[in-house]
C-alpha cells in the first residue's frame, strides 16, 4: 500500500519548505514503498478513482511514494567498539544475567585490564630509566605528554592496587577423580585392549544382574556366553549399579574375567586367553575369605585405616558377604551363621542404682548420628532362627556398642520388623533405628560384656557363701546362751528373724485359712477390686465436675444479652412473606454463618447485604432446629429486619430476612454484641463444656454398673451365709 499525503493550496504556495525529492537515492528508499516508473507522467486524478480532483486545485494533489517522508525511526546499528574508547569499568552491569555469555564478557573486560596495566608499568620502568640516566629531552618529554595524553584513561590506575595485586589468596580447585588402573589396563595388551573395547561398543545383548546380585544363575549365563563368543555384557540393577567398582570386583572375582570396557551401570567382561583352562577352577577365589579357619592365611594390608580397622573389628565373627554392594570393608554375611547355637543364653544386665537405664531422646539422637559414620557389620537375609547372629552381636559389643545390620536385596518374603523383634528378645538391646535398609541395635547402658558378666556372677555366689556362714555361725552362738530372765527348766533359744519363727506363725495361721474356702476368697477379691474401681471413677467423675464449674465460669464471662424485639416492627402479609422467600431461595449471593455464631461482624454483613438487595439469605450448618430458631430470633433483634422463612437445604438450612419497607442504615451498630475473637472463645467453651459434660455421663453410667455388680456379689454372699448358718 503506497503512502499518500494531502496538501493545502496554502502549503502549495511555499515549495521551499518540502524538498523535491527528499529519498533521491533509490537504496534507501522505504521498504513498504512501492516503486514507480519515473518516465511515466504522473496523473493526480486516474479514471479509475472513485473521486475527483476540486476545481482549485491545479497542482497534482498526491506526492510519489519517493517523495513521502518516513516517521517511522530508524533503527540503529552498533558501531565496531574503538581501541581509544574507555573500557568498562568491572562493576557497570552486564547484560546476559549469569550465563556463560556474561562470564565470558567479564574476563575479557579483566584480559582488557591486564594488558593496559602491564603498559602502565612498561612506561613507568621506561621514565625511570631515562630519567636516570638523564637523556631526556625536550622532544622525549614532548612525547611522553602526547603518550600521557592518549592514555589518559590510565591514570586512574596510579596510586592504587589493582584486583590481581592485592595478597594472593589459597583456592583449592576440585581434584578430578583419578581413573582407576583395571586388571586388564595391567595384563591385556594395548592393541588387543582397544580391539575388545571397540567390539564392546557394538554390543547390544546383556545379562540382567537383579538385586539379589551376581548368583550362580548370572555367572552360568555369562559362562554360557563365552563357549560362543569372547566377551559378555553385563548390566546392573539397583543396588549394584550405585558402586560399579564393587560391582567390576565382585564380577572378576565370581567369573574369573576381565573388565575391559564399563559405561553406566554397563560391564563388557572379557574371559580371556586362555579361559579353556581355567574354567573349572574359576570361582575359587573368593570361598575362604574371612572363614572360621583357624588355619588362614594372612592378607596383605590394602586399603585405608579405616577399612583396616573395619576388618579388625568383623575378624572372627564370621565368613564375609563378598555381594557387597557398598565400599568396603566387606560385612558379614549372617545368612552363613548358625541357626541354633547350643547352651546360648541371652546376656545378663546390671546397671547401677543411682543411673537410668532407659535412654533420653538427646541420648538417642547422638547414637542415630554415631551409627551413620560406623561401617556395616552384618547383611541378613532370613527372619526367624537368628541365634547365631545374636552370639555374634553379643561378640561384637564387647568392642563396639552398635551393631549395624543391613537387609539383603531381592530375598523375598523378608520382614524386617520380625527381625528385629527377635533379635532384640534374644540380645536384650535397644533398637535405635529400623526401616527396609538397616537395623542398628544399641547395646543398652547395663549391658554386661561376657568377661565382667562372670567376674559379677562369680562375686554374687561369695557373698551368698558368706552370708550363710554367718547365719550359721549366729544360730550357733545363740543356742550356747539362754536369756537371764527365764528359768533354766523353761530356758529356750531365741528364734526372732529365723525360719523357725517363720513356721510357727504359718502354723498358727493355719486353721484360719481352713476355714475360708477357695471361693470365698475369690468373692472377697472380686469385692475389694470393685471396690476400689468405683473409686478410681468417682475420682475421675470428680475431675470433670471440676472442669465443667471451671468452663462454666469462663462462658459466663463471655454472656450477652440479646436486644429486645422491637414491639412497633413492620408485619408482612402471607404473600408477601411467599414471594420473598422464594426470592431469597432463587439468591446466589449468601452470608455463611459459621462456628462463631451471631457477633458484630455477622450484622454488618447483613446491613452491608440490604445496601444492594431487600432480602438477605443466611446459611447456618446448625442441626438441631431449636438453635437454629434462636440464632434466627437472635438475627432479626439485632438487625431489626423482619424473619421471612427458615428453609431446609441440601447442605444446612437457610434463615431469610427482609429489611423491611422503611430501611434505613444505623450509623452505629449494637454495642452488646461479641466481637469475632470473643466469639470464637465462646464456641470453644461451649463445645468443651459440651464433651466434658458426655465424659461425665459415661463415668456416672459406669459407676452405677459397677456399683450394680458390687450390691449383686454382697446379696450373694449373705445369702451363702444365711445357708450355712
Not at 50 to 75: C, G, S, Y
Not at 199 to 228: C, F, P
Not at 554 to 577: F, G, H, M, Q, Y
Request: aromatic content about 6%; hydrophobic content about 35%; proline content about 5%.
Amino acid at each position: 500500500m503506497s503512502a499518500t499525503m494531502f496538501l493545502t493550496p496554502t502549503m502549495l504556495s511555499k515549495p521551499s519548505i518540502i524538498p523535491k525529492t527528499l529519498n533521491p537515492s533509490p537504496q534507501q528508499t522505504h521498504p513498504k514503498s512501492i516503486s514507480t516508473n519515473k518516465n511515466q507522467d504522473f496523473n493526480p486524478n486516474p479514471s479509475n478513482s472513485a473521486t475527483k480532483t476540486a476545481p482549485w486545485m491545479n497542482t497534482p494533489l498526491v506526492l510519489e511514494p519517493n517523495q513521502v517522508i518516513d516517521f517511522t525511526k530508524p533503527k540503529t546499528r552498533k558501531k565496531s567498539p574503538d581501541n581509544n574508547k574507555e573500557e568498562k569499568t568491572l562493576t557497570q552491569k552486564v547484560s546476559g544475567g549469569r550465563g556463560k555469555h556474561a562470564m565470558k564478557k567479564i574476563l575479557y573486560s579483566i584480559d582488557n585490564l591486564e594488558q593496559e596495566s602491564q603498559e602502565l608499568e612498561d612506561t613507568q620502568k621506561h621514565m625511570e630509566f631515562d630519567l636516570s640516566l638523564g637523556k631526556l629531552g625536550d622532544n622525549k618529554l614532548g612525547d611522553n605528554n602526547n603518550n600521557n595524553n592518549n592514555d589518559g584513561k590510565n591514570k586512574k590506575w596510579f596510586g592504587r592496587k589493582l584486583p590481581w595485586e592485592r595478597e594472593e589468596r589459597m583456592v583449592f580447585r576440585r581434584m578430578k577423580r583419578e581413573k582407576t588402573v583395571t586388571a586388564a589396563d595391567l595384563s591385556l595388551d594395548d592393541g588387543l585392549l582397544e580391539r575388545l573395547r571397540s567390539e564392546a561398543r557394538k554390543m547390544r545383548s546383556w545379562v540382567k544382574v537383579k538385586k539379589a546380585g551376581v548368583n550362580e544363575g548370572v555367572v552360568e549365563q555369562i559362562r554360557l556366553i563365552w563357549n560362543s563368543d569372547e566377551l559378555a555384557m553385563v548390566k546392573f540393577d539397583v543396588p549394584l549399579c550405585r558402586n560399579m567398582d564393587r560391582a567390576r570386583e565382585i564380577v572378576e572375582i565370581k567369573t574369573g574375567g576381565l573388565v575391559v570396557w564399563s559405561k553406566k551401570d554397563t560391564l563388557v567382561i572379557y574371559r580371556g586367553c586362555n579361559y579353556r583352562d581355567n574354567k573349572h577352577v574359576t570361582g575359587a577365589l573368593y570361598q575362604t575369605v574371612g572363614g572360621h579357619d583357624d588355619k588362614e592365611e594372612t592378607m596383605p594390608v590394602q586399603g585405608s585405616l579405616f577399612e583396616r580397622e573395619a576388618d579388625r573389628l568383623l575378624d572372627g565373627l564370621g565368613p564375609r558377604f563378598i555381594d557387597w554392594w557398598m565400599p568396603k570393608p566387606l560385612p558379614v554375611d549372617a545368612d552363613l551363621l548358625p541357626e541354633v547355637v547350643p547352651g546360648y543364653k541371652p546376656p545378663s544386665r546390671l546397671y547401677p542404682l543411682s543411673g537410668r537405664s532407659k535412654l533420653t531422646d538427646t541420648e538417642l539422637t547422638h547414637l542415630r548420628k554415631q551409627a551413620y559414620h560406623l561401617p556395616t557389620h552384618f547383611v541378613l537375609g532370613r527372619n526367624r532362627n537368628l541365634q547365631g547372629l545374636a552370639a555374634a552381636i553379643l561378640k561384637l559389643w564387647g568392642k563396639c556398642h552398635i551393631a549395624k545390620i543391613a537387609v539383603k536385596w531381592g530375598i523375598p518374603n523378608t520382614s524386617n520388623e520380625q527381625m528385629a523383634s527377635e533379635l532384640k528378645l534374644l540380645t536384650g538391646g535397644v533398637l535405635l533405628l529400623r526401616n527396609k535398609f538397616y537395623i542398628i541395635l544399641y547395646r543398652g547402658k547395663d549391658f554386661l560384656p561376657p568377661d565382667v558378666a562372670e567376674v559379677v556372677i562369680n562375686r554374687e555366689a561369695e557373698i551368698k557363701s558368706f552370708q550363710l556362714q554367718e547365719e550359721t555361725i549366729r544360730a550357733n552362738t545363740v543356742e550356747m546362751f539362754d536369756y537371764l530372765d527365764q528359768p533354766s527348766s523353761d530356758a529356750s533359744t531365741s528364734t526372732i528373724g529365723t525360719l523357725k519363727e517363720f513356721q510357727t506363725i504359718q502354723s498358727e495361721h493355719e486353721s484360719f485359712m481352713a476355714g475360708i474356702s477357695e471361693a470365698e476368697m475369690l468373692l472377697e477379691a472380686e469385692k475389694l477390686k470393685l471396690e476400689k474401681e468405683i473409686r478410681i471413677q468417682e475420682h475421675k467423675y470428680l475431675i470433670l465436675k471440676m472442669k465443667i464449674n471451671k468452663a462454666s465460669k469462663e462462658l459466663a464471662k463471655l454472656a450477652w444479652e440479646p436486644v429486645e424485639p422491637n414491639a412497633d416492627r413492620e408485619i408482612i402479609t402471607s404473600e408477601e412473606r411467599e414471594s420473598l422467600r422464594k426470592m431469597g431461595l432463587k439468591m446466589d449471593s449468601t452470608l455463611v454463618l459459621g462456628r462463631r455464631g451471631v457477633f458484630d461482624g455477622v450484622i454488618e454483613g447483613l446491613h452491608q447485604h440490604w445496601k444492594h438487595r431487600e432480602i438477605v439469605k443466611v446459611v447456618t450448618m446448625q442441626r438441631v432446629f431449636s438453635r437454629i430458631l434462636y440464632t434466627a430470633q437472635c438475627l432479626e433483634a439485632e438487625s431489626g429486619g423482619v424473619l421471612v422463612s427458615i428453609e431446609k437445604m441440601k447442605l444446612g438450612y437457610a434463615i431469610i430476612i427482609y429489611r423491611g419497607k422503611n430501611y434505613k442504615r444505623p450509623s452505629k451498630f449494637s454495642r452488646n454484641l461479641l466481637t469475632k475473637r470473643e466469639a470464637l472463645q465462646k464456641s470453644l467453651e461451649m463445645q468443651r463444656i459440651g464433651s466434658l459434660r458426655f465424659f461425665a455421663n459415661m463415668r456416672q453410667q459406669a459407676i452405677y454398673e459397677l456399683k450394680c455388680k458390687l450390691d449383686a456379689l454382697k446379696n450373694t454372699d449373705n445369702n451363702e451365709n444365711k445357708l450355712a448358718s
